[in-house]
T-cell receptor, first 114, second 110 residues
Framework: EAGVTQFPSHSVIEKGQTVTLRCDPI?????LYWYRRVMGKEIKFLLH????????ESGMPNNRFLAERTGGTYSTLKVQPAELEDSGVYFC????????????FGEGSRLTVL | GIQVEQSPPDLILQEGANSTLRCNFS?????LQWFHQNPWGQLINLFY???GTKQNGRLSATTVATERYSLLYISSSQTTDSGVYFC????????????FGAGTRLFVKA
């Protein structure tokens, strides 16, 4: 069974450009989460989808970040326009159950904004 | 919000040594997981352990939910154990958000 997959693994862009990260959860997992780790700090929650609906987006830093999950399958996280402080590793995770469910993480997408 | 504290923040071990990593949390939680972030940045599930004790090879974990802490034991450490160990808890209230501790950075010397 395939795990959570993320693409790209590494992206280098200039300030002001746009980047779109993609996450494919484990098949059958309705819950999908985005997290990020910036500058070696803590891993911070960004948002949570249940199928195609945003359950909790309280961790999204600002309106330059847009997450979608059309059809309740894969998800995209777009950063537009990117700023220097957006650099970090963006992790996606999925779980079967949103409540007391074990999280499975992808390998992360490393974003570098120059 | 809930606070998740891990100790020690940094740990250097000689290969073959044992260690205990601790995770304290400030409120009741639905579940707790331990992850290992390897030098390539991958987050590897170690244990899903809301309570009780589990063992997997040289690693074991114990969570005492009533006292709000969890311990991760690493025995006979190997250089491949190096990386950052994260404790993550899912809050009991306010949705299904999982909160991570700051991690324990482990370096195992050959």
């Amino acid at each position: 069974e395939a795990g959570v997959t993320q693409f790209p693994s590494h992206s280098v862009i200039e300030k002001g450009q746009t980047v779109t990260l993609r996450c494919d959860p484990i098949s059958g997992h309705d819950n999908l989460y985005w997290y990020r780790r910036v500058m070696g700090k803590e891993i911070k929650f960004l948002l949570h989808f249940v199928k195609e609906s945003k359950q909790d987006e309280s961790g999204m830093p600002n309106n330059r970040f847009l997450a979608e999950r059309t059809g309740g399958t894969y998800s995209t996280l777009k950063v537009q326009p990117a700023e220097l402080e957006d650099s970090g590793v963006y992790f996606c995770a999925s779980s079967i159950q949103g409540f007391t469910g074990e999280l499975f993480f992808g390998e992360g997408s490393r974003l570098t904004v120059l | 919000g809930i606070q998740v504290e891990q100790s020690p923040p940094d740990l250097i071990l000689q290969e073959g040594a044992n260690s205990t990593l601790r995770c304290n949390f400030s409120d009741s939680v639905n579940n707790l997981q331990w992850f290992h972030q390897n030098p390539w940045g991958q987050l590897i599930n170690l244990f899903y352990i809301p309570s009780g004790t589990k063992q997997n090879g040289r690693l074991s974990a114990t969570t005492v939910a009533t006292e709000r802490y969890s311990l991760l034991y690493i025995s006979s450490s190997q250089t491949t154990d190096s990386g950052v160990y994260f404790c993550a808890v899912e809050m009991s209230t306010g949705g299904f958000k999982t909160i991570f501790g700051a991690g324990t950075r482990l370096f195992v010397k050959a």
